[in-house]
């Protein structure tokens, strides 16, 4: 099955059912179509040869497997666009594979772990990232996550430490140590060897991938808002009509990832959520109990409280339904 109107080539591409209980599907060109790993779960990469079969120059064709085809189903899928050529990045301690797109801020790297504390890790997008992904490919480790707005740590090795977050569940940021990701610059982030058996970033001999986003002017957003439990909550500014939202409570330690877009949600309010940690169906608050946010031309405002209003500090990632630098309201 061919699914065309992207007007690009995916570099990622991330497909949920949104009606049955499958676990979250990225693939990546830098791996190719075969391998795929999950948001929502420590297991290493899959290879599986009948769920992507191509990546197309105006999307994307899967095959028969229930994880993105299921029989009577229904789907969502979000993509990416990070260049059109995989080249080594020696800006840090550590060589990776890189494939980037400075215009659009976005960069996927590939590595190998070295054991070592104090590593550093070049991506390629010539400005410091604001959002990062990490997972290891090889053994099941957590998601490694850096977004600089859920708080500092002081320094660590010569440079701003930043909680730790964790993609495949719903814990509170806090100090994880050597796991973490920190100390983003222009040409690299910093990473390191976890004690024990925690090996998110950097275990010697294992692969792993990184997804590194910094903001880009209208394009692509990544902040934090303080919710007030109220139904007439905080408007966010983006400077842009989001296209996709990601919304994570970081003071919670039960609070999910919650995934928002203007594709399963036409019109406002926007309550029909999906959530990164885990592989539940679709759930609309909107409907249910008026937890919601409403799409706006420059950003969105936040209604009512769990998970998306709580008195807490909420951290964002957003992306624009049209990447210009003014926008209609809809």
């Given at each position: 099955?061919a ?11 991330w497909?949920?059912s ?8 990225l693939?990546y ?12 779960d ?5 290879t599986r040869t009948?769920?992507l079969l191509s ?9 028969n497997?229930?994880t ?13 666009k ?5 080249a080594n990045?020696?800006a ?11 215009t659009n ?8 772990g070295?054991g ?14 604001s959002?990062?992904?990490i997972k290891?490919?090889t ?6 996550v850096?977004h600089t707005?859920a708080?500092?740590l002081?320094t ?7 909680k ?7 814990a509170a940021?806090r ?6 990701i920190w ?6 982030v910093?990473i390191?060897e976890g004690?024990s ?14 997804y590194?986003?910094?903001p ?6 990544f902040?934090s808002?303080?919710g007030?439990?109220s139904?007439?909550g905080?408007f966010?500014?983006?400077g ?6 990601l919304?994570?409570?970081i003071d919670s ?8 877009d ?5 019109f406002n ?6 959530y990164?940690?885990?592989a539940?169906?679709?759930?609309d608050?909107g409907?249910v ?6 799409i706006?031309?420059?950003?969105f405002?936040?209604n009512?409280?769990?998970p ?11 992306f624009a ?7 209609r309201a809809?």
């Open positions: 099955t699914i065309t109107g992207l007007n690009h080539s995916p570099d990622l591409l497909i949920k949104r009606t049955t209980s499958q676990w979250h599907y693939v060109t830098v791996r190719g179509v075969t391998k795929n790993v999950a948001s929502n420590t297991y290493p990469e899959e009948n769920r990546f197309d120059s105006n999307g994307f064709t899967i095959g497997n229930n993105v085809n299921e029989n009577n189903q229904s789907f969502v899928a979000w993509s990416w990070s260049g059109t050529s995989t990045n020696t840090g301690t550590i060589t990776t594979s890189v494939r980037v797109s400075t801020g976005f960069s996927i790297a590939t590595y190998t070295n070592n504390a104090n590593q550093t890790l070049g991506h390629g997008l010539n400005a410091a990232p959002f990062v992904l290891d490919r053994s099941s480790q957590n998601w490694a850096l707005s708080g500092t002081g660590l090795d010569g440079g701003t430490n930043y730790l977050l964790e993609l495949n569940a719903n940021a100090d994880a140590s050597y796991n973490t100390h983003p610059t222009n040409t690299t910093k390191g004690a058996s925690a090996h998110w970033t950097n275990k010697s001999g294992d692969n792993y991938v990184m590194a986003w910094t880009v002017e209208g394009y692509s957003a902040g808002y303080e007030d439990n139904t007439d905080p966010v500014y983006t842009f009509r989001p296209r996709w939202v919304i994570k409570n330690s039960s609070q999910e990832w919650v995934i928002l203007a594709e399963r949600n036409t309010v926007t309550g029909k959520v999906l990164a940690n885990t539940g169906v679709e759930q608050l409907a109990n008026d937890r919601h946010i409403d706006l031309s420059n950003g405002k936040v009512r409280g769990d998306l209003n709580q008195a807490a500090t909420h951290i964002f990632a957003a339904e049209h990447p210009f630098k003014t926008a809809r």
